[in-house]
């Protein structure tokens, strides 16, 4: 196993609150799981995570906080995402809908759309995302 310092960076939204929030989430046990679109991997021209992937979870200050390890990869299209990944977000989630929601916010602001080089980058049923879930670890592991 490689040592913390060795592995890849996992970054959560962008620096800021949201990436703070989430950050907490993971470190209570509260956010198991994560969503991704399969065109950021294709963009940045990297592959799709792996179960077993380990990562260094990093906060908005780019401070190593945990790892992440992954235990399952699914790919769908956003419009068959289930409640069980939306709850396991950790962002109080109580529906679809409301994952659906808080998600397209992102994809659809501008951030994003910037990170994506496309000013109406836009989500639909048929985007298809990439689910993740995780455990997180303590760092040296």
């Given at each position: 196993?490689?040592?913390?310092s060795?592995?890849?960076?996992?970054?959560?939204?962008?620096?800021?609150?949201?990436?703070?929030?989430?950050?907490?989430?993971?470190?209570?046990?509260?956010?198991?799981s994560?969503?991704?679109?399969?065109?950021?991997?294709?963009?940045?021209?990297?592959?799709?995570?792996?179960?077993?992937?380990?990562?260094?979870?990093?906060?908005?200050?780019?401070?190593?906080?945990?790892?992440?390890?992954?235990?399952?990869?699914?790919?769908?299209?956003?419009?068959?995402?289930?409640?069980?990944?939306?709850?396991?977000e950790?962002?109080?989630?109580?529906?679809?809908?409301?994952?659906?929601?808080?998600?397209?916010?992102?994809?659809h602001?501008?951030?994003?759309?910037a990170?994506?080089?496309?000013p109406?980058?836009?989500v639909?049923?048929?985007?298809?995302?990439?689910?993740?879930?995780?455990?997180?670890?303590?760092?040296?592991?």
């Amino acid at each position: 196993m490689p040592e913390s310092s060795e592995l890849p960076v996992s970054e959560y939204a962008f620096p800021g609150p949201l990436r703070d929030q989430l950050v907490a989430a993971i470190l209570s046990g509260e956010k198991t799981s994560t969503t991704s679109l399969v065109v950021q991997y294709e963009l940045e021209g990297e592959p799709l995570p792996a179960v077993g992937d380990r990562a260094v979870v990093i906060d908005s200050n780019d401070a190593p906080v945990c790892i992440e390890e992954i235990t399952e990869v699914r790919e769908v299209r956003v419009a068959d995402v289930d409640l069980a990944h939306a709850i396991a977000e950790g962002e109080g989630f109580t529906s679809v809908a409301e994952w659906r929601s808080g998600h397209e916010q992102f994809w659809h602001g501008d951030e994003f759309r910037a990170a994506m080089g496309d000013p109406d980058f836009t989500v639909d049923d048929e985007t298809r995302a990439v689910l993740v879930t995780f455990r997180a670890l303590p760092l040296g592991l």
